[in-house]
């Protein structure tokens, strides 16, 4: 049961937006930045969006990250098949004194 | 280039050690926060340890505390993670990460990750 609650899929066609919730609680999104990771099938993951909505050089602008309250989304605009991967969230824990990530959400690419 | 190349992974038998290293290279070493994270073969991401620029800062998730150790030798751009008690749920591939920032804690996002290295734990 991970810290950080996200939808286990996702879906969308291209060219359409979808976005992905994740849920914590006060001591970590509620206090904290918010950051998401992309994970590709069998390789790394890739910081996508730091503090909250700041995107890494090199990440499209179709990425976007919103945070409210204790809740955060990450927004992914104009799908691509090659956005098919798993993106988690994740956020430094005040309880915890560590960083704890969302269970993962697999964005299918209809 | 920026690069994290892990190694040390292996098959271990349960309640023996293992040692794990991260070379850096391509970055000036010495003024980041540096992770491990750890990924069991289907799941998420677990993050098992921080250590910040100087050492001085050091934080371990609750599945870890007390049987892994953080360490990083700046004159050689490398991290360490020593594991010891090791047990099946510790089976995952383990991964290095570079921090934004200097310090472990708030604030930090995992930047650059290398390609990770197996520990599978089994009799």
């Known amino acids: 049961q991970s810290v950080l609650t996200q939808p286990p899929s996702a879906s969308g066609t291209p060219g359409q937006r979808v976005t992905i919730s994740c849920s914590g609680s006060?001591?970590?999104?509620?206090?904290?930045?918010v950051y998401w990771y992309q994970q590709l099938p069998g390789t790394a993951p890739k910081l996508l969006i730091y503090?909250?909505?700041q995107r890494p050089s090199g990440v499209p602008d179709r990425f976007s990250g919103s945070k409210s309250g204790t809740s955060a989304s990450l927004a992914i605009s104009g799908l691509r098949s090659e956005d098919e991967a798993d993106y988690y969230c994740?956020?430094?824990?005040?309880?915890?004194?560590?960083?704890?990530f969302g269970g993962g959400t697999k964005l299918t690419v209809l | 280039e920026v690069q994290l190349v892990e190694s040390g992974g292996g098959l271990v038998q349960p309640g023996r050690s293992l040692r794990l290293s991260c070379a850096a290279s391509?970055?000036?070493?010495?003024?980041?926060?540096m992770h491990w994270v750890r990924q069991a073969p289907g799941k998420g991401l677990e993050w098992v340890s921080g250590?910040?620029?100087?050492?001085?800062?050091?934080g371990y998730a609750d599945s870890v505390k007390g049987r892994f150790t953080i360490s990083r030798d700046n004159a050689k751009n490398s991290l360490y993670l020593q594991m010891n008690s090791l047990r099946a749920e510790d089976t995952a591939l383990y991964y290095c990460?570079?921090?934004?920032?200097?310090?472990?804690?708030?604030?930090?996002?995992?930047?650059?990750w290398g390609q990770g290295t197996m520990v599978t734990v089994s009799s």
């Open positions: 990460a570079k921090d934004m920032v200097g310090y472990q804690g708030a604030g930090g996002a995992f930047d650059i």
């Open positions: 391509g970055f000036t070493f010495d003024d980041y926060a």
């Open positions: 250590i910040s620029w100087n050492s001085g800062s050091i």
């Open positions: 006060s001591s970590n999104i509620g206090s904290n930045y």
């Open positions: 503090r909250n909505n």
């Open positions: 994740a956020a430094w824990d005040d309880s915890l004194s560590g960083h704890v």
